[in-house]
């Protein structure tokens, strides 16, 4: 049974920052041996030593590249684990006043992106390693706004059941994060009505991957951390 992170190589693409970042530092906590990408992770080496630990590696890449993705996995070879927790900049709109090609590019970086790097780093990942991905509860409760991410989180969690079963004995699960700060006053004041009466932290939400990869026995799920937002 695998339940330690203790030398274990760990990459983490979107690490470099919010919740991936709070996943990096519990891991290297828990001994793991970090490997942080983003789009400018090495630019960032230093700051995330700072933040992390020494002993880290730091790659750049665009997900969305399948050329860059790759290259920076052939650069870093074999892994215990893979954490996407790379995230899209949209705006939120209403569905008919939906900017067609953000939403288009929001596709490219939170699902085709993922969906390629899976591809390629599947091969990569050792016995008994896993594959966490990042979805949301706009995958499951409905918001205003929010059509793209409600599609592209719902379409993987499909996903994620899919590769459960297509990659075993590799497992595959998803964190469905609620609103973590830091957000804007009006989403703080909203997060008030949620049993947990408030937004989580970022290090909550971490908790649950570091769960997930520890835990050898949990596959095609999803852990739903969001302070009883979907309760309401």
Not at 41 to 54: F, N, Q
Not at 100 to 118: H, M, R, S, V
Not at 165 to 177: C, F, K, Q, T, Y
Not at 197 to 205: N, Q, T
């Amino acid at each position: 049974m695998n339940n330690t992170l203790q030398n274990k190589r760990i990459l983490i693409v979107g690490g470099s920052s919010g919740i991936g970042l709070a996943v990096a530092k519990q891991a290297c906590k828990a001994g793991g041996k970090l490997i942080i990408a983003s789009r400018n992770a090495a630019e960032k080496y230093e700051d995330l030593i700072t933040a992390v630990g020494h002993g880290i590696e730091a790659h750049s890449f665009d997900v969305a590249s399948e050329k860059q993705t790759a290259a920076a996995l052939k650069k870093i070879g074999e892994i215990d684990h893979l954490v996407i927790t790379s995230r899209p900049q949209i705006t939120p709109a209403l569905f008919v006043e939906t900017d067609i090609k953000q939403a288009k590019e929001a596709f490219e970086t939170k699902f085709w992106g993922q969906y390629q790097l899976i591809q390629k780093a599947h091969s990569h990942i050792r016995q008994n390693g896993s594959i966490v991905m990042t979805t949301g509860i706009a995958g499951e409760k409905i918001f205003k706004n929010f059509s793209t991410m409600t599609i592209i989180n719902s379409a993987t969690e499909t996903f994620c059941r899919l590769l459960a079963m297509e990659l075993a004995p590799i497992r595959v699960n998803v964190v469905s994060p609620g609103f973590v700060s830091p957000k804007p006053l009006e989403v703080e004041q909203y997060a008030e009505q949620f049993p947990a009466g408030r937004l989580a932290s970022p290090d909550e939400v971490a908790d649950a991957y570091i769960y997930l990869m520890k835990n050898s026995y949990t596959t095609g799920r999803s852990v739903v951390i969001d302070g009883g937002a979907m309760l309401i």
